[in-house]
């Protein structure tokens, strides 16, 4: 099986700060590469998916990059919403999540 | 309004069966393919089972393998998982989620979930 490893586990940024969020993969996953956010008490939320392309509707301050076994998550201007636990997910051979970064804001 | 509601989950005994289902509505169901994947409590997302939208693919990981049975009926547009032999660490929040964009398998509607505990 795929092994996702995220880092950092946990993060704490200001409104405004750029955040970046690291997911590395045990073997080569090309671009089968997709992020999640889930809030407390909520359902995942697609963000990314084939590591760059942005889902309909997400804003445009996300966005993903990476190939291979090296990905990551960018919040260009971080927002009080966006409070939440962050995902990866390999979908190249089954599937395989990340361990979670949980994402606070001072 | 397109979602998807789970049901069936409870609290039960080792050893036991539960079937959960995944009702789906606002879409054409028997286009998609949907997944269960479940979340213990407090922890991450793991991958449980997938069937094709003419049930001729199924996969499922290798933690449930042989105990869970996943089925669906399109005329119905409901998917279920037939869960026997549960353990302690089957516990955890089960969420059906669709798969849209071709084969990929990652996930662009999820349900809210159920709630399965194995307890005694």
């Known amino acids: 099986d795929i092994q996702m490893t995220q880092s950092p586990s946990t993060l704490s940024a200001s409104v405004g700060d750029r955040v970046t969020i690291t997911c590395r993969a045990s073997?080569?996953?090309?671009?089968?590469l997709a992020w999640y956010q889930q809030k407390p008490g909520k359902a995942p939320k697609l963000l990314i998916y084939?590591?760059?392309s942005l889902e309909s509707g997400v804003p445009s301050r996300f966005s993903g990059s990476g190939s291979g076994t090296e990905f990551t998550l960018t919040i260009s201007s971080l927002q009080p919403d966006d409070s939440a636990t962050y995902y990866c997910?390999?979908?190249?051979?089954?599937?395989?999540f990340g361990q979670g970064t949980k994402l606070e804001i001072k | 309004q397109v979602q998807m509601v789970e049901s069936g989950g409870g609290v039960v005994q080792p050893g036991t069966s539960l079937r959960l289902s995944c009702a789906a509505s606002?879409?054409?169901?028997?286009?998609?393919?949907l997944h269960w994947v479940r979340q213990a409590p407090g922890k991450g997302l793991e991958w449980v089972a997938v069937?094709?939208?003419?049930?001729?693919?199924?996969y499922y990981a290798d933690s449930v393998k042989g105990r869970f049975t996943i089925s669906r009926a399109n005329s119905e547009n409901t998917q279920s998982l037939q869960m026997n032999s549960l353990r302690a660490e089957d516990t955890a929040l089960y969420y059906c989620?669709?798969?849209?964009?071709?084969?990929?398998?990652?996930?662009?509607?999820w349900g809210r979930g159920t709630l399965v505990t194995v307890s005694s």
């Open positions: 997910q390999q979908f190249s051979s089954s599937c395989t």
């Open positions: 084939k590591a760059s």
């Open positions: 989620a669709r798969q849209t964009y071709g084969n990929y398998w990652f996930f662009d509607l």
């Open positions: 606002g879409f054409t169901f028997s286009s998609y393919t």
């Open positions: 069937m094709s939208p003419d049930g001729r693919l199924i």
């Open positions: 073997q080569s996953v090309s671009t089968w």
